[in-house]
């Protein structure tokens, strides 16, 4: 289940279920955004971006889904492994190129 | 080999000290970045650099200076440090300037103010 940690919301996922991992992000004029992956430690990595002019984009194992409508982004992730533990951050890069990072979701993998 | 790299890895001083953290990439980007990262994981970007030249300075204080010697080296100097500067700093680089363009982020520097 989810739940509002001290500092990061946590989502807890069995290993091999899907995780679903959810970003609101702010500025309508958005046009471009992007999910990292940050494991302990170390500094964030690109997984995969969308652009506004698409609803849906998927990669190896992942998925992210954008609803403009309600200016949301989700990230899926198939078969959930260990070594998916680490904090996501949705990104959206505005008009002027300025780009703005979410606040971030940890994912802990159940075993 | 590492693609962006950063030193030191962890940096504890005193208020009032000056330090300075140096980041090095060696994917011939042409943009370099860095970011603070807080206690409560908020990633917020504080500066870009094109070709060695500052294209985003978003809202930090002075005491915070960029310095670019080379396209491939972004170094951060922080005078008279205070409590509020503890946090994880952390490089990054582009192809090119626009956001939009996968960044590369490197190992991090903890940085504590005592």
């Known amino acids: 289940g989810e739940s509002v940690g001290l500092h990061l919301p946590t989502l807890s996922v069995q290993e091999g279920d899907n995780s679903i991992i959810n970003c609101a992000y702010s500025?309508?004029?958005?046009?471009?955004f992007i999910w990292y992956k940050q494991e302990s430690g170390k500094g964030p990595q690109f997984i995969i971006d969308?652009?506004?002019?698409?609803d849906k984009r998927q990669g190896q194992r992942v998925t992210v889904l954008l609803n403009k409508t309600v200016k949301h982004l989700s990230l899926q992730i198939a078969a959930t492994q260990p070594g998916d533990s680490a904090v996501y951050f949705c990104?959206?890069?505005?008009?002027?190129?300025?780009?703005?990072f979410g606040k971030g979701t940890r994912l802990h993998i159940l075993p | 080999d590492t693609a962006v790299s950063q030193t030191p890895k962890y940096l504890v001083t005193q208020m009032g000290n000056d330090k300075s953290i140096k980041c090095e990439q060696n994917?011939?980007?042409?943009?370099m970045y860095w970011y603070k990262q807080d206690s409560k994981k908020f990633l917020k970007i504080m500066f870009s650099?094109?070709?060695?030249?500052?294209?985003i300075n978003e809202t930090v204080p002075n005491r915070f200076s960029p310095k670019s010697p080379d396209k491939a080296h972004l170094n951060l100097h922080i005078n008279s440090l205070e409590l509020g500067d503890s946090a994880v700093y952390f490089c990054a680089s582009s192809q090119s300037g626009r956001a939009h363009n996968e960044q590369f982020f490197g190992p991090g520097t903890r940085l504590t103010v005592l």
């Open positions: 969308i652009r506004s002019n698409m």
């Open positions: 650099y094109n070709n060695k030249e500052l294209i």
């Open positions: 500025n309508s004029a958005s046009d471009y």
């Open positions: 994917l011939g980007h042409d943009t």
């Open positions: 990104a959206e890069i505005e008009r002027d190129d300025k780009i703005i």
